[in-house]
């Protein structure tokens, strides 16, 4: 069993910056993909940026390219998304999740939110205008 807690999720002006974190409770964290995933309310949960082991390979949604960075402390068992230049369509609650049973995966299977095992309970980020 893999617990998966986000935090540092909040309030923040259009153009700000939050970060986000991921702690798993398991000291195999090295060995999983892992990615961030966001639900807007009324819409579906969409992919946001993946990592494989050591980092070996980051994949992000066209959306956030160049505004956001996903990585990881393997030492810490601690994935994070740096979210800079925030806008309003940025608004969703932001998940982590994990698959623990790959190293790696192509940009295409990265983005398949059923494709991961585990997910953390989600924290909320709102942009505003």
């Known amino acids: 069993q893999v617990q998966l807690v986000e935090s540092g999720g909040g309030l923040v002006q259009a153009g700000g910056s939050l970060r986000l974190s991921c702690a798993a409770s398991?000291?195999?964290?090295?060995?999983?993909?892992m990615a961030w995933f966001r639900q807007a309310p009324g819409k579906e949960r969409e992919f946001v940026a993946a990592?494989?082991?050591?980092?070996?390979?980051?994949y992000y949604a066209d959306s956030v390219k160049g505004r956001f960075a996903i990585s990881r402390d393997d030492a810490k068992n601690t994935l994070y998304l740096q979210m800079n230049n925030l806008k309003p369509e940025d608004t969703a609650v932001y998940y982590c999740?994990?698959?623990?049973?790959?190293?790696?995966?192509?940009?295409?299977?990265?983005?398949?939110?059923?494709?991961?095992?585990?997910w953390g309970q989600g924290t909320q980020v709102t942009v505003s205008s």
């Open positions: 398991v000291n195999t964290f090295s060995n999983y993909v």
């Open positions: 990592l494989t082991w050591r980092s070996i390979n980051t």
């Open positions: 999740a994990a698959d623990i049973h790959t190293r790696w995966k192509n940009a295409q299977v990265a983005g398949m939110a059923g494709d991961y095992d585990y």
